[in-house]
Structure formats: C-alpha cells, structure tokens
C-alpha cells in the first residue's frame, strides 16, 4: 500500500507539473515557478506545452502501473515510468536547473525504492 501511495504522489507530481507546462506557463504562477520573464514565457510556450505533455505521458503511466489489473505486470509498468522519471530528472538537474534531482528526482526514486523493496 505505501508503494502505491508513493507511486500515486509521483503521478500526481507530474500531473501538476503537466498543467504549469501547458496551461499556466506564460501566466504569473507559471513565470513564477520556472523563472521566465513575460517576453521568455510567450516565446516559448509551444516547447513549454510539449514538455507538458511529455510530463502528462509519465503520469498515465504511472497511474496505468497502479490501475493494472495484473498486480505483478503493474509493477513492472510502475517500475518502468519510475526510471523514466529518474532518467529526465538527471537529464533535467543537469542541463537546467538543479532543483529538478531534489523536486522530481528524490520522489521517484524514493517511490521506485519502496516498488522494489516491498
């Protein structure tokens, strides 16, 4: 049950994280949250909502391991899109801003440990 909880709250992450992408980027909030001046948000929103959606597809699959209704073949689709998420937070923390290993990275990889282990 925690590994679910824990995979479910990764899922939610990136659900929120799709609408900040591609809903609310050239917004306040979303300024806000990824730094963008008003010029930088409305140039680049097209690659914004992309990321979005990119961030959405990690979601349903996350949330496709935990509705699974084969319980050892959803683990495997969690364990999947966990990596995933890992891969594009190190990806992220690397090339743009460092805060994306602690924010993205630390829940997956705490969600994908509790996966494994229990």
Same mark, same amino acid.
């Given at each position: 049950? #925690?590994?679910? #909880?824990?995979?479910?709250?990764?899922? +939610?992450?990136?659900?929120? #994280?799709?609408? $900040?992408?591609? /809903? $609310?980027?050239?917004?306040?909030? &979303?300024?806000?949250? @990824?730094?963008?001046?008003? !010029?930088?948000?409305?140039?680049?929103?097209?690659?914004?909502?992309?990321?979005?959606?990119?961030?959405? @597809? $990690?979601?349903?699959?996350?949330?496709? &391991?935990? /509705?699974?209704?084969?319980?050892? /073949? &959803?683990?495997? +689709? !969690? #364990? /999947? @899109?966990? +990596?995933?998420? $890992?891969?594009?937070? *190190?990806? &992220?923390?690397?090339?743009?801003?460092?805060? +994306?290993?602690?924010?993205?990275?630390?829940?997956?990889?705490?969600? *994908?440990?509790?996966?494994?282990?229990?």
């Amino acid at each position: 049950m #925690i590994s679910l #909880i824990l995979v479910a709250l990764v899922a +939610i992450e990136h659900l929120y #994280i799709l609408v $900040l992408e591609m /809903f $609310l980027w050239t917004t306040p909030r &979303g300024r806000k949250t @990824f730094g963008t001046t008003p !010029e930088l948000a409305e140039a680049s929103k097209s690659l914004a909502a992309n990321q979005g959606l990119y961030n959405g @597809f $990690l979601a349903a699959g996350l949330v496709w &391991g935990i /509705f699974h209704p084969d319980a050892a /073949f &959803g683990r495997q +689709i !969690e #364990i /999947f @899109f966990l +990596i995933c998420v $890992l891969v594009a937070a *190190l990806y &992220g923390g690397a090339t743009a801003k460092r805060s +994306i290993l602690l924010m993205q990275g630390l829940p997956a990889l705490v969600a *994908l440990l509790a996966v494994l282990v229990l």
